[in-house]
């Protein structure tokens, strides 16, 4: 209902979660997941017509059932001010304010994961795997990057969006999803985008799908080789 990014086996194996507030016993009937909740913090709201909780609870809650990078996925998914817009929705869903009031008042089972992954939450991801690139970045001690950040050329024209910028020493991670290349419209935008970060003596490194989630200290060496190469030193 808060369109959070889930990994593939995670929604694959779910059903619908109904959730009733004790001292109401939870919900039984086929691809129903039933949940009792007894978190007093909870705000009712309404998604697509349908009562749900509040985005920060739910986020409290997913603590339980989400790996740390993915926690902080969810996170960074609810607090993104996007640079467009879809019509109908507001956003953010919740501020980083509203998400650090809520863990302080969590008492849930999983609060301590809560408060572990609020403090990698970062303003500006814009998809799961951007936020697990940047996550992986980050604990090889990689120097944390700048995201999503409008680049221009020296003349002003604009060259593109970067997924992360390590501005100082010119270099770019890039997620390449596999929409770059199922859509011809959209390879063909992020080609020239590529070759006008070139030109202007940027250096873009594209991760792909399978090395980020088959190999993702490979994905990271070469990042860090960039950097090398630039000047920077740990």
Aim: a positive charge; glycine letters at 8%; hydrophobic letters at 35%.
């Amino acid at each position: 209902m808060w369109r959070i990014p889930l990994p593939d086996e995670f929604r694959r194996s779910e059903g619908v979660h109904v959730g009733r507030m004790s001292p109401n016993r939870a919900s039984r009937a086929r691809g129903v997941r039933g949940r009792e909740f007894s978190d007093t913090g909870i705000r009712v709201e309404r998604r697509y017509g349908l009562r749900v909780t509040d985005a920060a609870s739910t986020w409290c809650h997913l603590a339980g059932v989400l790996s740390h990078d993915d926690l902080v996925a969810a996170g960074d998914h609810l607090i993104l001010v996007p640079k467009k817009v879809q019509p109908g929705e507001v956003r953010p869903y919740a501020t980083i304010e509203q998400l650090t009031d809520r863990v302080r008042s969590y008492s849930g089972r999983h609060a301590r994961s809560a408060r572990r992954a609020l403090l990698d939450i970062r303003q500006g991801a814009e998809s799961r795997p951007e936020t697990i690139l940047r996550l992986h970045m980050m604990r090889a001690g990689l120097p944390e990057p700048e995201l999503n950040v409008d680049i221009f050329s020296a003349s002003g024209a604009f060259l593109g969006r970067a997924d992360s910028l390590f501005r100082g020493f010119r270099v770019i991670a890039e997620y390449d999803g596999e929409q770059h290349r199922t859509d011809s419209v959209q390879y063909n935008k992020d080609m020239l985008r590529i070759e006008g970060f070139v030109r202007n003596k940027w250096t873009p490194i594209r991760v792909r799908k399978g090395q980020l989630f088959g190999d993702p200290a490979a994905a990271v060496a070469r990042v860090e080789g960039a950097l090398r190469d630039a000047g920077w030193r740990p």
